[in-house]
């Protein structure tokens, strides 16, 4: 059984910064070989793809984060890090982590809100 704890969502003003981090655990997931992910929803839209980082460390942003996000990876704690800068009003929403692709059931994520 996987599990998928993320952390670090707070209410934040817009401009400011963010690290978000989520922890893998459970015998079936063998973090180092997996590409990890970091996800988005926000109220009333579907969940996103926000950032890719692969098992060799190679990264993929989608373009509205581009530039402001970084993803790492830390493989002897089975962490994944979402730092995330000029936040905009638009980043409101609860992030998740996941492989991708995503297999592993969803963890509870952390809520992020950007405010004016």
């Known amino acids: 059984q996987v599990q998928l704890v993320e952390s670090g969502g707070r209410l934040v003003q817009a401009g400011g910064s963010l690290r978000l981090s989520c922890t893998a655990s459970g015998s079936a997931f063998i973090f180092r070989i997996k590409a990890m992910a970091w996800y988005r929803q926000a109220p009333g839209k579907q969940r996103e793809l926000v950032a890719v980082?692969?098992?060799?460390?190679?990264?993929n942003y989608a373009d509205s984060v581009k530039g402001r996000f970084t993803i790492s990876r830390t493989n002897a704690k089975n962490t994944v890090y979402l730092q995330m800068n000029s936040l905009q009003l638009e980043d409101t929403a609860v992030y998740y982590c996941?492989?991708?692709?995503?297999?592993?059931?969803w963890g509870q994520g952390t809520q992020v809100t950007v405010s004016s």
């Open positions: 996941n492989g991708e692709p995503a297999e592993a059931d």
């Open positions: 980082i692969s098992s060799g460390g190679n990264t």
